[in-house]
């Protein structure tokens, strides 16, 4: 449920600064436009003893704009600015935006990072005009981390696979240091040139301590919100948090629980979908206005570590497109077990079966029904694997992203300077 946002802001323009003082390493991030899945990290890198961090943006992200997806205006209610160092570069583009290549087109972007002289360089993604700007200027000269969270799930057809992985292998060998997310986002990397010592694992992580704080208070104000909604205390309920659109495929899960409600109509299992998309209307109308099934519509980030707690159970069922899946990182940050199909790239990680979650086949209907049977029928259990949940997810921390990529920028810039100096001898 994080997207782009757009909090008031007062852009800066970067500056030509002195060197910093010795002991401190500068680390450049370019990066898109502010997303609060990022705004955690760079809070957190920002803080570190003798890490000084500019992060890099090239577009603003989409003000008082309708999003598609959602169908409606988004304006996130979470700080996007607090705490780091930023500035806007200009973005020259005729559609500015990060869904295409030449809607990130910042000419004075390579003149901006110069001026700042920084030690390391952190790109985040590479399908940007921009990107692949500063990836080609700045390879030899200066160590290049890359993040991104890409994996082979998608792909499809053999001549079109061959062609991109071409592109692709060219494009990462510009890179020095990839930061991958998790099991999926390495094998990527693996398949498309870049060695095991240039991969270190910097995992996918949300700011796990504001979605488990004030878990006391969350639980009550949960718990009222379901009584509002009529769902009996004892009653297991599986939730919905994401974009109501295809590619998260809401309609196999809303049929899979009214098969289950049917051969089994005593299990006591609801069925709660949070966010809006297109699909909206037509799943109300596949539902009939059933007592079990719920809609509560858009509900922003602060609201989401209560809606997590609505549900015993977060299901995201995406068919395509999904690299990772945070909201289930979110949704175990709150103690809650996870179901999601085999194309949620989490789920090899963060998904051990029967312990704080399970795997069904995508789009398989009946391989989801007999997990929402198995779990509506074991309120114990799921609890259990809740609290599973929680603890394994403290492993993937905003800490422990922050521990990896300072120490890989500090190994990164001390290499690169000792080659330097030898050079100059």
Known sequence: MIAAGNQEHTPRRATTEAKPRAGTLRLAIVTSHPIQYNAPA??????????????????????????PEFGRTISWDVPLFDGYDYVFVPNVSRDPGSHSFSGIDNPDLVGQLSAWRPDVLLVYGWSFRSHLRVLRTFRGKLPILFRGDSTLVDESGFPRTLARRALLKWIYRHVDIALYTGTRNREYFRAHGLRDDQLTWAPHAVDNDYFSARADERDARAGAWRSELGIPPGDTVFLFAAKLV????????????????????????????????????????????????HFIG?????????????????????????????????????????????????????????????????????????????????????????????????????????????????????AHATRARSVTK
């Open 298 to 414: 858009f509900r922003n980030q602060s609201e989401m570590p209560v809606v997590y707690r609505l549900g015993d159970v977060n299901v995201l069922p995406s068919r395509v497109g999904e690299t990772w899946g945070l909201s289930i990182n979110e949704a175990m940050a709150c103690g809650r077990a996870g179901i999601v199909s085999d194309r949620v790239g989490c789920g090899i990680d963060l998904i051990r079966p029967n312990q704080t979650g399970l795997i069904f086949r995508n789009r398989d209907r009946d391989d989801l029904e007999k997990m929402l049977e198995r779990l509506g029928s074991q309120r114990e259990h799921v609890v259990s694997m809740g609290r599973r949940a929680k603890l394994l997810i403290e492993d993937w921390s905003i800490p422990a992203y922050t521990s990896v990529v300072s120490a890989v920028a500090r190994a990164a810039g001390e």
């Open 42 to 67: 760079f809070r957190a890198l920002a803080a570190v003893s003798g890490l000084d961090v500019r992060v890099f943006y090239e577009w603003e992200g989409p003000r008082d704009t309708v999003d």
């Open 246 to 293: 295809p590619r998260k495929d809401p309609a196999t899960l809303l049929a899979a629980f009214l098969a289950l409600r049917r051969t089994a109509p005593d299990c006591g299992a609801h069925l709660i979908f949070a966010g809006e998309g297109e699909l909206l209307g037509s799943l109300r109308g596949a539902s009939q206005g059933r007592s079990d099934v």
